[in-house]
């Protein structure tokens, strides 16, 4: 039997998506900088969100144009598998969709509209980006680093923290849900899967950070099916 309200979260790097958008457009479009990155994540000198604001710098300056990234985006990696499980889903009526995640909002809208899911979300909650004339795509952390910064205490990059902003969701669309089923694979995921509750349900992408924090920690009160191929979780929403 449906839920009479339901809510399905979804990160949005290789949990919708089969790839990381922040660092495909630059492996498509700015190799060179996409080395670059990999070198400064491994040195740990820089917040994340301000990384990728620098290297869209650095490949506008370099000639990448909005149509190179627009392009690259839309040819990413994205299962029409999960697709479907969505639209299905969506059109069996009572859900509602959240998509929750680190990348940005222009990736997201232009993934979601290429694929025919912009209409499927209530909500998208993100660092936010727009493109100034010039064609250069300008990226700021969700949380500015200048004004009161958030208190989570899991993990959660300085940007966003998932587990307050999923609070703040269910604050602006109450009455409660009588389920989240909560789609993930990174470690950040972790702070909004301590969340849920014994009736929600997590569905932990198998090869991600967040497999390996449920491993070493543990803490969750909801029910976790593991998953490894969009099809999987289209069998899944299918009994939902």
């Keep these: 039997m449906a839920s009479h309200r339901q809510l399905v979260v979804f990160d949005f790097d290789w949990s919708m998506a089969d790839q990381d958008t922040d660092r495909w457009v630059f492996e498509i479009n700015a190799p060179r900088i996409r080395r670059w990155m990999e070198d400064n994540e491994r040195r740990g000198t820089m917040q994340f969100t301000d990384m990728i604001a620098q290297a869209l710098r650095d490949a506008h300056a370099a000639g990448v144009t909005r149509e190179q990234l627009e392009h690259a985006l839309r ?14 889903l969506k059109a069996a009526g009572n859900t509602t969709f959240l998509c929750l995640s680190n990348a ?3 990736y997201i809208d232009v ?5 025919g899911l912009t209409e499927m ?19 700021r952390r969700r949380v500015d680093p200048s004004g009161p910064q958030h208190a989570c205490a899991v993990g959660c990059s300085a940007n966003m923290c998932k587990g307050e902003e999923l609070e703040a969701f269910y604050a602006r669309h109450t009455p409660t849900y009588e389920r989240v089923v909560y789609v993930g694979d990174g ?10 509750r ?13 497999h390996k924090r449920i491993a070493r920690e543990g803490g969750l009160k909801c029910e976790v099916k593991y998953w490894t191929g969009a099809w999987e979780v289209e069998e899944i929403f299918n009994t939902l």
């Excluded at 993934?111 to 694929?115: F, V, W, Y």
């Excluded at 470690?187 to 849920?196: G, H, I």
């Excluded at 014994?198 to 991600?208: E, K, V, Y």
């Design 187 to 196: 470690s950040n995921d972790y702070c909004p899967a301590l969340r849920l």
């Design 198 to 210: 014994s009736q929600d349900m997590l569905l932990c992408r198998t090869f991600g950070g967040l």
């Design 121 to 139: 979300f209530d909500e998208v909650v993100t660092n936010p980006a727009s493109w100034d004339p010039s064609g250069l795509l300008v990226l």
């Design 111 to 115: 993934i979601l509209q290429d694929k």
């Design 75 to 88: 040819i990413m990696p994205f299962h029409p598998a999960m697709v479907r499980a969505i639209t299905n």
């Design 104 to 106: 940005n909002s222009v």
